[in-house]
């Protein structure tokens, strides 16, 4: 377990300098919002991307009252500060612990600083141990964590001055530029050491690490500070503790990077996995009958068949949990619609799924409740193909199921699930969605033409917070056949006030000429930095760049994926094409009323596509402002960082 | 006459209330009003090219004014004076050969003056009606001069026949000129649709956007030399004359796709070749066509597929665009786009600003610069956009470029 951790605190300078964001090497961006004015410094450094964090900690960090506290903030502080309390919170310490350590290693200190890093992250372990020390502790930590934090601030303000602070507070003496670089090799080379020795004293490291606990006294004193308010702490910091134990076993790098990999897809052209498949399948598909060929590897069903059928099933289905069931049929019936709103709902129906949920005899919560959520997850993609966030959404559970520590009781656990879930919905789609429009709106001025396609609720809460604070601009949306989702848009926005320009997507170049900038939703970006979205979204960007318009994509990081694609036919989603045939408010048009028996004619209804990066000139996320390039750097940080949330 | 002006007034007026549209059939209603013009219309028994370009360029100018965006007209109009033009050409110069064949060569430097004489005259009468005269006179003097030293017995005979059996003669040629110009509109698409085999190969995939009947032959002319290829149709919102294509085209058994025009760049990755038709040719080699065609253009640049126009050459414009987005389109309804009864609250004038909170942007065309476009496939053969300029030139004469000619009278 050493080992994981070792090799993160070397890595980490290594992400520090692959951000481009922060040119300046003091690694803590992250509290600049701690600072009196957040809005100041937003607008300074509107780009941030926050130093990777210390994984226990965050565990730490997350405790079901928290996540309200953190999402009242997020209601009253209108600007950047939802963002920064958030990030502060999760953020404040492993701060502490990096300056010391960068700064104050001169000589032999070292080695007992190094001891620190491990200390730090063992210190959930320690306290969930020992809860009683822990008690103990609080009133201290609550009283020094406010001091650490005023030396932060002058660390930021007077540089060296306050580095002295520092050093005075670790009563280390040496700190000069020139050492920093060796110790920082002397560092690695500690923990190297450590770490070895570590994995020699194999499973005993607990008690090493308690013991340790004592010696440093400004570290710990952060990690306790989080957990000090709200009764539901040890279960949340049990929970941290050993799914970091697990997370930190001696798992070989490379296996777990080929676990990384994404699975394949089905793909639907292979006969005996389809029939397979269906055997298991709730939902009974009726084939397509016109099937376009170049999509013979994706589903291609009859719509509208399913849904009484299944709604006769109701109360048959015993495997299929209600709240699922519902969700199921609103993907189906197309009620919920949107990445953001059917991620909800999905990890909504999973969060009531697991309250009522309870372990049969001889079987094991985590073991059984991964095959639920399963079998959940394939009853979802059969009423409707799941969106990457919501993988990546399930991923995550998934990760905390297994992760449960098998010491806990079945309510804990639970519960544990159910905060994370929350937890989850919270900071990363709402809190994201203020943090991206705070972000984007520093790039509205007064007089902009504003292009929005389809209906995305990020750029719609961008724009309409924009309009809240009195700036001038037009919008355009524009829309696109068949499922005119920016007619809903144009409503909302023109009951709002704002002055509404609304055109077909062939207007494109027509239009195009008054507008100034274009914002985009995606749903998902892929690390070669296509833009996965809406069908049109690709051409909104090449128009837009054809004639030299910016194009920013709003998404939020848990949207993010590893797979890259290149053209939008490999993986997609097709539609009803009966709703390409039919032209909504047009009687005039029926050419196509008895499309489906002219064997030659087919109907396709595309769903997404894939936008190049090279249109896309930036990408709003809630870690920052990027360029499509660094989508990677996003995705291999983001990725870590949900994992241990 | 009165014939005559009430068939202008009709087509005027479905010009403006727009009940013709499509180049091919206004193309074809203006060549025959302007035959018929031409056929009805009284000439005096002197000048009667200059008369007759006179009545035409009237007539002319109503059409155009009644729909200037439909370029057809303009063009047909432009190609009807240009017929006159070489037939009065043609005929002076007819006059000059038969004076040199009765000179008989024997003196070159008269020839040679003459033909220098002719130019002059046929130069001027071209840039200026109003000297017109001078054409008349030129050639009057020439005769003299020729019949003075010569003395033929041709030229006896032409004279005789001049006031009315040249005239009607020249008339004749004209109309039957005028015909041809018809039968080429007509059948233009037939011609081109025989150039489709040698530019379809088999199992291509084709893109094709909106509704062209001549893209619709030519994929059918490739059908049928079973070439089997597959199809793609962007719908083409908001006329969707997508649709109908795709129905027409799977009901001629060709295997068609109908996408959405959201997806066309999703899908011309997978496209061989974009084929579509287009509403006008400019000077430039640019393209106006029906509304995102240029979203199309983009996409099959990014992915290096040929952007191929079938056109007839009544489409060809001899005019350069300029802002051609704006100064070549116009704006539909709304309801096109939009249905009145959900949105009427919102496209009411708001009290106090007087201006409408809500737009709706729905225009007809699409301008494709000449750099987008790979190849233009018309009845004449196949030319590159840069080449279309000198197509003009054999077209249109120079002096027929502006139609109105008379706003300060």
């Known amino acids: 377990m050493e080992a994981r951790r070792a090799s993160r605190t070397v890595s980490d300078p290594k992400v520090r300098h692959v951000g481009f964001f922060t040119p300046d090497p003091n690694p803590q961006p992250g ?41 009242q903030t997020g209601a009253d502080q209108v600007p950047v500060g939802s963002y920064n309390p958030s990030e502060s919170l999760l953020g404040s310490s492993p701060v502490p612990s990096s300056p010391s350590s960068r700064v104050g290693l001169a000589g032999g200190e070292f080695s007992e600083e190094s001891n620190g890093w491990f200390r730090r992250s063992d210190s959930g372990k320690f306290a969930s141990s020992l809860p009683d020390t822990m008690v103990e502790r609080a009133p201290e930590n609550s009283a020094s964590a406010a001091p650490v934090l005023e030396s932060k601030k002058s660390v930021e303000a007077t540089g060296k001055g306050g580095k002295a602070v520092v050093e005075e507070q670790n009563e280390v003496q040496s700190s000069s530029k020139p050492l920093k670089a060796k110790t920082t090799k002397a560092e690695r080379r500690a923990l190297q050491e450590a770490q070895r020795a570590a994995k020699a004293s194999g499973k005993e490291g607990n008690k090493s690490a308690a013991v340790s606990q004592g010696a440093a006294p400004v570290k710990p004193v952060k990690q306790p500070s989080q957990k000090k308010d709200g009764p539901p702490v040890s279960v949340s910091v049990s929970v941290s503790v050993v799914s970091f134990d697990k997370k930190g076993g001696d798992r070989p790098p490379e296996k777990e990077r080929k676990k990384d990999v994404p699975a394949p897809r089905m793909q639907f052209d292979d006969k005996s996995r389809v029939q397979k498949a269906k055997k298991h ?73 697991i309250e009522d949920y309870s372990t049969p005899q001889e079987k094991t919560l985590a073991r059984d409740l991964t095959a639920k959520i399963s079998s959940y997850v394939s009853f979802f993609i059969e009423c409707r193909p799941l969106s990457i966030g919501m993988g990546n959404a399930i991923r995550f559970l998934k990760t905390r199921i297994s992760d449960l ?53 990020v750029v719609e809460m961008i724009l309409l917070y924009a309009h809240e604070m009195g700036k001038q601009f037009r919008v355009v949306v524009v829309d696109s056949r068949p499922k005119l989702e920016g007619q809903a848009l144009l409503r909302r926005l023109v009951a709002k006030g704002l002055s509404c320009t609304y055109s077909h997507i062939n207007a494109l170049s027509y239009i195009m000429h008054e507008v100034t900038k274009v914002f985009l939703g995606a749903a998902s970006v892929l690390s070669n930095g296509t833009v996965y979205s809406r069908v049109g979204t690709a051409s909104v960007a090449m128009v837009a760049n054809a004639f030299h318009v910016p194009v920013l994509i709003c998404c939020e990081a848990y949207k993010f994926h590893e797979r890259v694609q290149l053209d939008s036919i490999c993986f997609n989603e097709l539609g009803d094409p009966d709703a390409i045939a039919k032209v909504s408010g047009r009687t005039d048009v029926n050419y196509l009323n008895n499309w489906a028996n002219k064997e030659n004619l087919q109907l396709l209804n595309l769903m997404y596509d894939a936008t190049p990066s090279d249109y896309i000139s930036m990408i709003v996320t809630d870690y920052g402002m990027i360029p499509p390039t660094s989508v990677p750097v996003i995705v291999r940080e983001y990725r870590r960082d949900h994992v241990f949330i | 006459m009165v014939d005559v002006q009430g068939l202008v007034n009709e087509l005027v007026s479905k010009l403006r209330r727009r009940k013709v549209e499509g180049s091919r059939a206004t193309a074809r209603l203006t060549a025959e009003l302007l035959r018929s013009v031409i056929s009805q219309s009284k000439l005096p028994p002197t000048n009667q090219p200059a008369a007759l370009i006179d009545a035409v360029r009237d007539v002319g100018e109503k059409l155009i004014a009644a729909n200037p965006i439909e370029l057809a007209v303009g063009n047909i109009v432009r190609r009807v004076l240009h017929i006159i033009r070489e037939e009065d050409h043609s005929n002076t110069r007819d006059a000059v050969e038969g004076f040199r064949l009765s000179v008989g060569g024997d003196n070159d430097y008269i020839v040679e003056q ?113 070439r089997s290829f597959g199809l793609f149709v962007a719908e083409g919102a908001p006329k969707y004359q997508g649709h109908l294509l795709a129905k027409e085209l799977a009901a001629r058994g060709l295997q068609t796709t109908v996408i959405t025009d959201s997806a066309v760049f999703a899908m011309i990755s997978r496209v061989n070749m974009v084929i579509v038709g287009v509403h006008a040719v400019m000077a430039n080699g640019g393209v106006i066509g029906p509304v995102g065609l240029n979203m199309v253009a983009l996409a099959a640049r990014k992915h290096a597929v040929p952007f191929v126009v079938v056109t007839g050459t009544h489409k060809l414009c001899p005019l350069y665009p300029n802002n051609p987005e704006v100064s070549l389109n116009e704006m539909r309804s709304p309801s096109e786009v939009l249905s009145f009864e959900e949105f009427s609250d919102c496209m009411d004038y708001r009290i106090g600003t007087g201006a409408p909170q809500l737009h709706v942007g729905n225009p007809s065309f699409d301008y494709v610069p000449p750099e987008l476009v790979s190849l233009f496939i018309t009845d004449i053969g196949g030319y590159y956009p840069s080449y279309m300029y000198r197509l003009i030139a054999d077209y249109y004469s120079s002096d027929d470029l502006v139609i109105q000619q008379k706003p300060a009278s």
């Open chain 1, 31 to 71: 509290w600049n919002p701690l600072a009196s004015d957040p809005p100041v410094s937003n607008s300074l450094s509107p780009v941030i991307i926050p130093p990777p964090r210390q994984p226990a900690d965050r565990t730490a960090a997350v405790p079901v009252p928290e996540t309200g506290v953190r999402r």
């Open chain 1, 281 to 353: 399948a709730v939902v009974k598909q009726t084939e397509a009958r016109n099937r376009v060929e170049l999509f013979r590897h994706l589903p291609q069903y009859e719509h509208g068949t399913q849904l009484p059928d299944l709604e006769s099933k109701f109360f048959q289905l015993d495997p299929v949990h209600p709240a699922i069931y519902k969700v199921g049929l609103q993907y189906l019936a197309g009620d919920i619609s949107g990445g953001n709103a059917r991620c909800i709902a999905m990890l909504q129906a999973f969060k009531e799924a």
């Open chain 1, 405 to 457: 520590p098998l010491t806990l009781s079945e309510s804990e656990a639970k519960a544990a699930l159910c905060s994370d879930i929350e937890h989850f919905i919270n900071e990363k789609i709402i809190l994201a969605d203020k943090v991206i429009v705070r972000h984007a709106v520093t790039k509205i001025r007064d007089g902009d033409v504003l292009l929005a396609y389809g209906s995305s609720c």
């Open chain 2, 114 to 226: 003459d033909h220098l004489n002719l130019s002059v005259a046929a130069q001027s009468s071209l840039c200026r009606p109003s000297l017109h005269a001078l054409l008349e006179r030129s050639p009057d003097s020439a005769t003299t001069y020729f019949t003075a030293t010569t003395e033929d017995d041709s030229e006896e005979k032409r004279k005789s026949l001049d006031p009315n059996a040249r005239s009607l003669e020249f008339r004749r040629k004209v109309i039957s000129a005028v015909n041809d110009l018809i039968e080429d509109i007509n059948t233009c698409h037939l011609v081109i649709a025989e150039l489709a085999v040698e530019h379809i190969h088999h199992n291509e995939v084709i893109l094709t956007f909106g509704r062209s009947r001549t893209v619709k032959e030519f994929l059918c002319a490739a059908k049928e030399k079973k």
